[in-house]
């Protein structure tokens, strides 16, 4: 295709921004197989997104190393290997610089640059888009590959200035790392990354205090290492196993089961949880063992107890084991871990509730809770992130009319398809709002798959705008609403409805219908609900 920018009506044919999965993956696209024009961008210095932010000890991808990386170059699939059934975050940056260097993607990257605002211009249909160095540049179609787990979550406790120690959010940890040897260390939060960094600091420091508001589920991950003849089988059936990914639900590699619990009975209940424990990983357990445990309470309970019963089993001291046993549904993102309740069976390691005792604020000399003060060295934030839309806000984005996209998003963010959204056209989200809920590296695919094939509609048909019909973004948001609903997921304050975030208005955020769901959607609709070059399409 040729390029579209030659008489430099604008900069650029597009602006891509991010470097991880998304973004590059979107470059490699744009650039090397349609031969548009691209510049992208990233605030970070390097590419790796997620991996690039998160270095704490122990970040580690729960999806299984054989689906966590792109499938759409075969011979990629075929010569990168791994070690485990995990990666760890040296090793996914590895990839990420690897897959760089395949593609020469680095040469369309501007690092260390933030982009502030963006601003649809109607009078010639380009997107203006404006650095924090105070460059703009215009491009006709924009890419945002911004991360649905990347803007922080730092709670504002009062103090939190004065601390003199070392204080650190798990996804701004520094590059070369920090030396916690014989430190006192407090860690906030206990969702995924909570429990990594746990597990992970525990036997470097001197003593590390878990401050937890929430209880959560956490099953054994199941971490072993690859042997050659596996690692070969997995190479010699790569079609097989990313077309079934791709046309599952999660698109975590399993059969999603359809068995309701009840079918059963309390034994073999017994024997598949005992199976997925012993085998390992978060969404096997929840997914694969029966079809109702994310929809029917009787279902989620006898999950949930399971889970307990082993929570008491490993923890030793009963006050401990009783302040880690969950409460609530099995009903947020599902955990796996490799040895977090065993961790509190250490003597430096101790549990404080701060449901009970909430931390008051954050002195010089530590944690101060309404049960006392807790003296630290370092204060490790795993308070998580401003899921979906909280890097969208961020930017002062502008579609038709001037239309804010902060404002427009002020119930909560919506997109369709997790793409596109009505009033700012040929805006392409990456994992935007109410985009599938599954294993993200194939979804991005298919998402980065439709924005290039759609591009090239519009460059081959010589249209130059298309965004989604009201109607259609409403109606999607609606199956949204639904499906979600229909699920226990809706029940428990998450990310995953933007609960986490004090003064977030809540909201279905995401598309749980799953991938296979999603992709035959996407053929079947076509664009028969989508608008192009709209201020042509009014005047006819
Ligand atoms: P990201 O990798 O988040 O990249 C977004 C990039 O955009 C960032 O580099 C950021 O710097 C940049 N950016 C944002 N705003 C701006 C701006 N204004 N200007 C310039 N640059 C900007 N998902 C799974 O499916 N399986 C897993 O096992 C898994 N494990 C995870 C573990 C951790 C610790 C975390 C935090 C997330 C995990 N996730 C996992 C989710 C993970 O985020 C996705 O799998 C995937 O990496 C997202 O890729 P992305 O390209 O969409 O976004
Ligand atoms: P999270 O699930 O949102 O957990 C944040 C934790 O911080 C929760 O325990 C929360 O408690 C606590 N917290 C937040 N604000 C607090 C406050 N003011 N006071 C006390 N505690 C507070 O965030 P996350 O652990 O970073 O995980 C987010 C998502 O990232 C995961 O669900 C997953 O998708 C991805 N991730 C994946 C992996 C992996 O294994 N592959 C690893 C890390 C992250 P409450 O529960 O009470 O709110």
């Known amino acids: 295709m040729e390029q579209i920018n030659k008489g430099k009506e604008m900069d650029f044919d597009a602006?891509?921004?991010?470097?991880?999965?998304?973004?590059?993956?979107?470059?490699?696209?744009?650039?090397?197989?349609?031969?548009?024009?691209v510049q992208a961008y990233d605030k970070g210095s390097d590419v790796g997104g997620t991996w690039y932010w998160n270095r704490y000890p122990g970040a580690m991808s729960d999806t299984e190393s054989y689906l966590y990386r792109f499938s759409f170059d075969k011979e990629l699939l075929k010569e990168w290997s791994w070690k485990e059934s995990y990666l760890m975050q040296p090793?996914?940056?590895?990839?990420?610089?690897?897959?760089?260097?395949?593609?020469?993607?680095?040469r369309s990257y501007q690092f260390d640059t933030k982009i502030t605002a963006t601003r649809f211009d109607e009078g010639t249909n380009l997107w203006h888009v404006t650095t924090d160095k105070g460059e703009t540049v215009t491009a006709r179609y924009l890419i945002t590959g911004l991360g649905l787990l990347s803007a922080t979550n730092v709670p504002n406790f009062k103090g939190r200035d004065t601390f003199k120690g070392e204080q650190y959010h798990t996804a701004a940890w520094p590059k070369e790392g920090i030396d916690l040897k014989g430190k006192r260390v407090g860690?906030?939060?206990?969702?995924s990354t909570g429990v990594q960094v746990i597990i992970h600091t525990a036997p470097e420091v001197e003593?590390?205090?878990?401050?937890?508001?929430?209880?959560q589920y956490s099953v054994p991950a199941g971490k072993r290492p690859q042997s050659e003849e596996e690692l070969n089988e997995i190479k010699a059936n790569f079609g097989a196993i990313w077309e079934q990914a791709k046309n599952s639900a999660v698109a975590y590699g399993i059969e999603e089961s359809t068995r309701p619990l009840a079918s059963a009975s309390k034994e073999e209940q017994e024997r598949i949880f005992e199976e997925?424990?012993?085998?390992?990983?978060?969404?096997?357990?929840m997914f694969e063992t029966f079809g109702d445990i994310t929809t029917d309470y009787e279902a989620n309970e006898a999950a949930a107890n399971f889970i307990r019963n082993k929570i008491k089993s490993i923890v030793k001291d009963p006050e401990t084991a009783r302040k880690l046993c969950p409460t609530g549904l099995y009903a947020k993102r599902p955990l796996c871990d490799i040895g977090y309740y065993e961790t509190f069976n250490r003597d430096n390691v101790s549990l404080v509730d701060v449901k009970a005792n909430p931390i008051v604020e954050i002195t010089p000399k530590g944690i101060r809770t309404t049960d006392g003060e807790y003296e630290l060295d370092v204060i490790i934030y795993a308070t998580g992130f401003d899921a979906v839309d909280g890097n969208y806000t961020?930017?002062?984005m502008r579609g038709r009319g001037g239309v804010r996209m902060r404002e427009k998003w002020a119930d909560g963010p919506t997109g369709y398809l997790g793409m596109t959204n009505t009033d700012f056209p040929n805006l392409f989200m990456i994992l935007g709002p109410n985009g599938p809920f599954t294993n993200l590296p194939p979804s991005i695919e298919t998402q980065v798959e439709w924005i290039a094939d759609t591009i090239k509609h519009l460059v081959d048909n010589n249209l130059t705008t298309i965004e989604p019909t009201i109607e259609a973004e409403e109606e999607w948001v609606?199956?949204?609403?639904?499906?979600?609903?229909?699920?226990?997921?809706?029940k428990e304050d998450s990310w995953i409805f933007g609960a986490n975030i004090p003064g977030k208005k809540q909201s279905v955020m995401f598309y749980m219908g799953g991938l296979g769901n999603y992709r035959k959607i996407l053929k079947e609709i076509g664009y028969s609900n989508f608008i192009f070059d709209r201020e042509l399409a009014n005047v006819e």
Not at 32 to 37: D, Q
Not at 187 to 191: L, P, R, S, Y
Not at 207 to 215: E, I
Request: aromatic share 12%.
């Open 91 to 106: 090793e996914i940056l590895e990839y990420f610089n690897h897959v760089a260097d395949r593609y020469d993607l680095r």
């Open 276 to 285: 997925a424990w012993n085998k390992g990983n978060g969404f096997r357990f």
């Open 207 to 215: 003593h590390l205090t878990v401050f937890q508001r929430t209880a």
């Open 187 to 191: 860690v906030i939060g206990t969702g």
């Open 394 to 396: 961020k930017i002062d």
């Open 478 to 490: 609606e199956t949204c609403r639904n499906i979600a609903n229909q699920t226990l997921f809706a």
């Open 15 to 37: 602006v891509v921004i991010g470097a991880g999965f998304g973004g590059l993956y979107s470059v490699h696209k744009l650039r090397n197989e349609l031969g548009l024009s």
